[in-house]
């Protein structure tokens, strides 16, 4: 038996295709993606989800209430629904607050340019949300960008976007009460918006 070193590999540089929003779509149009996939596009990549737990469906439902309560009218409340950020990605945040128009974007998905308040809940897509999604959204310029960190109590409010991320970060607690940018009149409680530590 004769030993011999390992000979060094080199790296193998893949070719990966890219989707475009339009061919992504037309993969749901012909069934090879159906509303079971949990899937979003994301630079041209196709994401799995993390799957909805009981916290994270809550605090959505709990989203809705509040903020139908709060803005009432001033906004369109989509939940779970597109957002076409650019030509490779499209995707589904949890709550966003929509620019009211009369036709409720039914000509197209609506882009970052119609968004007031952005919100993601987050418990294991916490980092996921806080970078690839975070750079994504500020790239695009959506000024008011929350997470909900269901994992430490507590929301992370993004703004200031620049190219790169956004520049500032402010992180509220049970107690507190945060605004938002498009409804400066409007306050809204932690508390109100994670609910009890039981949950």
Known sequence: M?????????????????????EYLRLAETGILTEDDAVELLRGEIIEMSPINVAHASTVNRLIQLLAKKVGEQAILSVQNPLQINQESLLQPDVTLLRPR?????????????VLLLIEVADSSILYDRAAKARLYAAAGVVDYWIINLLARQIEVYREPQPDGYRMTIRYTPGESLLCLAFPDIAFNVDDIIGPPSE
């Not at 036709?103 to 609506?110: A, N, R």
Request: no cysteine.
């Open 2 to 22: 004769i030993a011999e070193p390992v000979e060094k590999i080199p790296a193998v540089e893949l070719t990966r295709h890219r989707f475009s929003v339009e």
């Open 102 to 114: 009369e036709d409720f974007y039914s000509v197209g998905h609506p882009g970052p340019e119609a």
